[in-house]
Nanobody, 128 residues
Framework: QVQLVESGGGLVQAGGSLRLSCAAS????????VGWFRQAPGKEREFVAT????????YYGESVKGRFAISRDNAKNTVYLQMNTLKPEDTAVYYC?????????????????????WGQGTQVTVSS
């Protein structure tokens, strides 16, 4: 099975940018579609972005569209989340998750229950 480790979180002022990384070990990440989710204190885990195995299909949560961008580098076994124009309401623990991809590699999912493997999360705090 694949192990996922997130990095790149931290404290940033509103309007700033961060890039999160999700590095995989144990299995090659190129076999998986990958998603990013976030969870703020007292709230449910929220979908942020997802990318298919081949990188062609991407979806974004409504609250991050136009500000965040998901990408992947299968050669580096890593998926990225570029976060721009950050807002205080983006403050949360960000998790990456993965599941084995379909044969064509075009499938990606916004549903939290469709993911089998999760990282431990990285904290993002946006100050106003």
């Amino acid at each position: 099975q694949v192990q996922l480790v997130e990095s790149g979180g931290g404290l940033v002022q509103a309007g700033g940018s961060l890039r999160l990384s999700c590095a995989a070990s144990g299995r090659t990440l190129s076999s998986y579609y990958v998603g990013w989710f976030r969870q703020a204190p007292g709230k449910e885990r929220e979908f942020v972005a997802t990318i298919s195995r081949n990188g062609i299909t991407t979806y974004y949560g409504e609250s991050v569209k136009g500000r965040f961008a998901i990408s992947r580098d299968n050669a580096k076994n890593t998926v990225y989340l570029q976060m721009n124009t950050l807002k205080p309401e983006d403050t949360a623990v960000y998790y990456c998750a993965a599941s084995l991809a379909d044969f064509r590699g075009t499938y990606a999912s916004t549903g939290v229950t469709t993911y089998d493997y999760w990282g431990q999360g990285t904290q993002v705090t946006v100050s106003s």
